[in-house]
């Protein structure tokens, strides 16, 4: 099977690291195509930042009508639904993959993301996703998304630190780790931490392939219908063309 395995952001270092522990991870018979938009923001820390990524996340998708599964490789899940809409492959946002997960392995699990800013980010996908419950705290090693390709030492003492605050404090079983960037550190993170570390790539590549193995194809019928074609004006003309995948 082949799955497409979008970074929202446009820094291609990170797109390949994620990449890389995706087809780690991967079956043998899984073959990862990871991509980012060519347009969009170099890293996403706000609203906003998730707001453009969205639109190179729908043109990635439109893009692929072969992919048996497509990856949302932010774990702000930007254009999760509308991304759904325009394909029957599975689509699966890293976010909502290892919310899954971690629910699976322990009662309760923290979130341990870069910027404290995005974390109103994680709430409203804990909420729409029906997992706040399982969330004791939304917590941030206040690094910047791209100190994971530029300052990475740091960046792992930084996320290793709130990890550890995380276990004592928290009553937790499980840490989700909040950036599709820290795909490469789970296992480094975990034997500093001395809990299982749920990461949101490699999550969503075991369920994407669990996914195609039982034929299961995002339903068309209700609101993940193709979406109604109309013309789109401007820079977004393109889009006019029906995507029928
Ligand atoms: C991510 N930003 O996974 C998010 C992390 C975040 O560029 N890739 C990014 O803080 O939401």
Do not use: W
């Not at 990461?199 to 019928?221: D, N, Q």
């Amino acid at each position: 099977m082949q799955i497409r395995l979008i970074n929202p952001n446009t820094t291609a270092s990170m797109t390949q690291k994620i990449g890389e522990a995706a087809q780690h991870i991967a079956s043998s018979n899984t073959d990862i195509v990871a991509t980012n938009p060519r347009s969009g923001p170099v890293s996403i820390e706000s609203h906003y930042d998730e707001a453009i990524s969205a639109v190179g996340v729908v043109e990635e998708v439109r893009s692929d009508k072969t992919a048996d599964a497509f990856i949302v490789a932010c774990f702000g899940d930007p254009g999760l639904m509308a991304a759904r809409e325009l394909t029957q492959s599975p689509v699966i946002g890293i976010a909502e993959a290892a919310f899954h997960m971690a629910t699976l392995i322990s009662t309760r699990f923290s979130i341990v993301t870069t910027l404290g800013r995005t974390g109103i980010i994680a709430e409203h996908l804990l909420q729409s996703y029906g997992f706040s419950h399982h969330c004791r705290k939304i917590r941030a090693a206040e690094i910047p998304v791209l100190d994971l390709e530029d300052n990475g030492d740091l960046a792992l003492d930084r996320i290793v630190e709130e990890c550890l605050r995380a276990k004592e404090e928290d009553g937790i079983g499980a840490i989700v780790l909040g950036c599709g960037g820290m795909a490469d550190l789970t296992e480094q993170i975990s034997e500093r931490v001395g809990l299982p570390i749920v990461e949101g790539v490699t999550a969503a590549v075991k369920l994407a392939e669990s996914l195609v193995s039982l034929g299961l194809k995002t339903s068309k019928h209700g609101d993940l219908a193709y979406p109604l074609p109309k013309p789109f004006t401007g820079i977004y003309e393109h889009l006019s063309e029906e995507c029928r995948s």
